[in-house]
C-alpha cells in the first residue's frame, strides 16, 4: 500500500490523487494514477473540466472530464504490455467509481484493496451481485510507527 501512495503521488489532476496497483504472486504487473491521456494537457497545467452528474439516487456528483482514473489507467498499461491480470488483487488509495467497479469485475480482479472509502453507498448494489472483495487496509493514520514495518510490501 506503501506504492500505491506513492504512486498516487504521480496523480496530474487537482481534485483528487488517486493510485492503483495490479499484483499477482506478489509481483506488480501494472500502476497507475488519475491524470490526462498521454499528450494531452494536464489538471495542473490547464485546470480541471469538472462537470456534475446526477446518479439515480438523485445524489450530484462531481467529476473532472480531463482525466483518466487510476484503476483505468493501470488496466490500459497491463493491456499495453500484454500482462495478464485475471485472478490478480488491485491496491487502491480510494475505493473504485462505480464506472471502474465494472471494468474491474469484468477484468477478473479477485480482490480490491483499500485505503479509504470513497461513496460506498454508489457501489453496494453492484457489489452484492459481484464475487470480487472488497476489503480495507489500515489507514496510514492508524499505522502507528512500530506496526509500519508489518505494512504490506505495496
Ligand atoms: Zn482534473
Ligand atoms: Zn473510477
Redesign the pocket.
Same mark, same amino acid.
Not at 482514473?69 to 483505468?72: T, V
Given at each position: 500500500m506503501t506504492i500505491t501512495r506513492q504512486v498516487a503521488e504521480r496523480s496530474t489532476c487537482l481534485r483528487a490523487k488517486v493510485g492503483a496497483v495490479i499484483v499477482r504472486d506478489r509481483s506488480i504487473l501494472a500502476t497507475g494514477y488519475n491524470g490526462s491521456p498521454a499528450g494531452l494537457p494536464h489538471c495542473f497545467d490547464a485546470g480541471c473540466l469538472i462537470y456534475e452528474s446526477r446518479t439515480p439516487d438523485g445524489e450530484i456528483e462531481q467529476n473532472c472530464y480531463r482525466t483518466i #482514473?487510476?484503476?483505468?489507467n493501470a488496466i490500459t498499461q497491463a493491456a499495453r504490455n500484454g500482462s495478464a491480470i485475471q485472478d490478480a488483487v488491485i491496491y487502491v488509495t480510494h475505493t473504485?467509481?462505480i #464506472?471502474?467497479?465494472k471494468v474491474l469485475i469484468n477484468t477478473g480482479i479477485r480482490i480490491v484493496y483499500y485505503d479509504r472509502p470513497y461513496k460506498l453507498n454508489t457501489i453496494a448494489e453492484l457489489l452484492s451481485y459481484a464475487k470480487i472483495q472488497l476489503i480495507q487496509v489500515t489507514p496510514p493514520e492508524a499505522v502507528t510507527p512500530a506496526k509500519a514495518g508489518n505494512d504490506d510490501a505495496v
Open positions: #482514473h487510476a484503476e483505468i473504485p467509481c #464506472h471502474c467497479m
